[in-house]
Structures are given as structure tokens and as C-alpha cells.
């Protein structure tokens, strides 16, 4: 059964830098993906990365800030936030999915983590 689950949440101050990780079990998917839900609002596409790793798409709201990358040895993927932002403060989760394109609605990707909490303070 294929799981993902995510780690690396936690507090941080806003200018600071966090790197979130996401193991996948049971194999490799095609495409990654990291949504992130802040309180009271919809749960919104954050990155994704494509199995080789050559292809990446950003939100506009985190392009220049955060880093979307994979090790498919490891079934392990990352996203490695800087200059983060009090309004970066979410749940962060990741997705998976196996038809090879980059999707940026949370319905093309059938398989989720449990998410992981991020608090940016100012």
C-alpha cells in the first residue's frame, strides 16, 4: 500500500529557512507535489516535480523562495523553503501521482500525506 508521509515542519522565523521531506513507500511515483492549507482558506498548489527531476513548476506566491527536488532512490522528496513569510504559515502536504504531467489542482493527485505544520513568526 502506498504511503506518503511528511516531516520536517516546525517554527521558524519569518526570513528563516526550513526544508520539508516526504517519503513515499512502496515505489516511485511519477510526479510530486507539495499544497499547503493555511486556516480558513482552501488548500492551494505549492510545487511539483516530475519523476526525472528536469521538470518543475512554482506557485507565483513562492517561485525565487522555495525548492522543489527528489532523490528517487530514497522514494524521497523535498522542498526546501527560504525568505519565508508569516503568510507561508500552513499545513503543508505532499502528493503524488502517476500520470506524468505537473498538475496544479489537488484533484489530479490521488495519493496524500498526513501533512506537516509550518509556523512562520514575524
Known amino acids: 500500500q502506498e504511503q506518503l508521509v511528511e516531516s520536517g515542519g516546525g517554527l521558524v522565523q519569518a526570513g528563516g529557512s526550513l526544508r520539508l521531506s516526504c517519503a513515499a513507500s512502496?515505489?516511485?511515483?511519477?510526479?510530486m507535489g507539495w499544497f499547503r492549507q493555511a486556516p480558513g482558506k482552501e488548500r492551494e498548489f505549492v510545487a511539483g516535480?516530475?519523476?526525472?527531476?528536469?521538470?518543475?513548476y512554482y506557485a507565483d506566491s513562492v517561485k525565487g523562495r522555495f525548492t522543489i527536488s527528489r532523490d528517487n532512490a530514497k522514494n524521497t522528496v523535498y522542498l526546501h523553503m527560504s525568505s519565508l513569510k508569516p503568510e507561508d504559515t500552513a499545513v503543508y502536504y505532499c502528493a503524488a501521482k502517476d500520470v506524468p504531467t505537473i498538475a496544479t489542482s489537488e484533484r489530479r493527485y490521488p495519493y496524500w500525506g498526513q501533512g506537516t505544520q509550518v509556523t512562520v513568526s514575524s
Open positions: 512502496g515505489r516511485t511515483f511519477s510526479v
Open positions: 516535480i516530475s519523476r526525472s527531476g528536469s521538470s518543475t
